[in-house]
Structure formats: structure tokens, C-alpha cells
């Protein structure tokens, strides 16, 4: 189907985003293609999406680009900026979530590799994190260290008292 669609796509919308920030620069085009007859079919399929991405990391001295193509198939009939903010808040959700078990939790640096166990700790850090958003805090990292730190607060968090 990839294939197909690369070979095949041809852009009825487009829009353009760009974003600054971070030392970086990135400017994404959305295009959409509504013509699925050089596909095989997808029930449900409507919208084929095309994101071309350019992506200008600022070093000190110098300027790094990468570029990058990505597709997705919806059974959505939006335009092109409806469909271009639901994949940018899709994965802007999908960093912090990240970011936060990642940073606060090391969640990246485990070494639990077993199936059932992976699933398990990825749903024990997020209750730990919904407890302490629950609590009040809103700095996952000031969090972890208060619950480090005091077996009271501990217990007051994961209601144990």
C-alpha cells in the first residue's frame, strides 16, 4: 500500500506550518489526497495524508537540516489545517507523556525487557504520575523527590495511612 501511495499521491490541499524553537527550526507541509482509486481497498479510508518535514537544528557555528516524509491514512474528511493540528497535538501529547515517564522515571534506561513486565511498570508509573498530578503537583521530578524523601508524604500520595 506505501508504495502505491508514493508512487501515486497527488496533493488536492496543502498547508504549511512552521516552528521555531528549542534551537531548532522545522517547517511542516500537510498535503491531503481524497483519490484512493490507485489504492487497493481500506474500508473506512478517506483521506490519505502526506507530511513533508524540514528540520534546521542551530548549532553554535553551523546549521544541520534533515527532512523527512511521512503518510497517514484516515477515515476522516477534513482539510488539510484540521487534519495538520490533529497530528501535531497527537504527538505533542504523545512527547509529554514521554518526556515526563522518561525524565522523572528513567523509563528509558530500563532494562525490563519481559513482555508481561514491561506493561506492568508502564502502568505503575502512570498511577504513580496520576497520584502525584491528583495530589497537586504539577512538577512530576519535585514529586518523585518529596515522595523519595518522605516516607509520610509517600504514604499520604499512594493513600497507605
Given at each position: 500500500?506505501?508504495?502505491?501511495?508514493?508512487?501515486?499521491?497527488?496533493?488536492?490541499?496543502?498547508?504549511?506550518?512552521?516552528?521555531?524553537?528549542?534551537?531548532?527550526?522545522?517547517?511542516?507541509?500537510?498535503?491531503?489526497?481524497?483519490?484512493?482509486?490507485?489504492?487497493?481497498?481500506?474500508?473506512?479510508?478517506?483521506?490519505?495524508?502526506?507530511?513533508?518535514?524540514?528540520?534546521?537544528?542551530?548549532?553554535?557555528?553551523?546549521?544541520?537540516?534533515?527532512?523527512?516524509?511521512?503518510?497517514?491514512?484516515?477515515?476522516?474528511?477534513?482539510?488539510?489545517?484540521?487534519?495538520?493540528?490533529?497530528?501535531?497535538?497527537?504527538?505533542?501529547?504523545?512527547?509529554?507523556?514521554?518526556?515526563?515517564?522518561?525524565?522523572?522515571?528513567?523509563?528509558?534506561?530500563?532494562?525490563?525487557?519481559?513482555?508481561?513486565?514491561?506493561?506492568?511498570?508502564?502502568?505503575?508509573?502512570?498511577?504513580?504520575?496520576?497520584?502525584?498530578?491528583?495530589?497537586?503537583?504539577?512538577?512530576?521530578?519535585?514529586a518523585k523527590r518529596c515522595c523519595e524523601q518522605s516516607l509520610d508524604i509517600l504514604m499520604d500520595v499512594f493513600r497507605m495511612k
Amino acid at each position: 500500500m506505501l508504495a502505491d501511495v508514493k508512487a501515486n499521491f497527488k496533493a488536492e490541499q496543502t498547508v504549511t506550518n512552521l516552528d521555531k524553537g528549542h534551537g531548532r527550526i522545522e517547517k511542516r507541509t500537510v498535503s491531503i489526497c481524497r483519490d484512493l482509486s490507485h489504492i487497493r481497498a481500506w474500508p473506512g479510508l478517506k483521506t490519505l495524508i502526506r507530511v513533508d518535514s524540514k528540520r534546521s537544528i542551530i548549532y553554535d557555528d553551523m546549521i544541520v537540516d534533515t527532512y523527512e516524509t511521512r503518510y497517514y491514512i484516515t477515515s476522516l474528511l477534513e482539510d488539510a489545517t484540521s487534519l495538520a493540528k490533529r497530528i501535531r497535538g497527537y504527538w505533542g501529547v504523545e512527547n509529554k507523556v514521554h518526556y515526563v515517564r522518561d525524565v522523572t522515571q528513567g523509563e528509558d534506561a530500563s532494562r525490563i525487557r519481559t513482555t508481561p513486565l514491561v506493561g506492568l511498570f508502564v502502568q505503575a508509573r502512570n498511577m504513580a504520575l496520576n497520584l502525584y498530578r491528583e495530589y497537586g503537583w504539577t512538577n512530576m521530578a519535585q514529586a518523585k523527590r518529596c515522595c523519595e524523601q518522605s516516607l509520610d508524604i509517600l504514604m499520604d500520595v499512594f493513600r497507605m495511612k
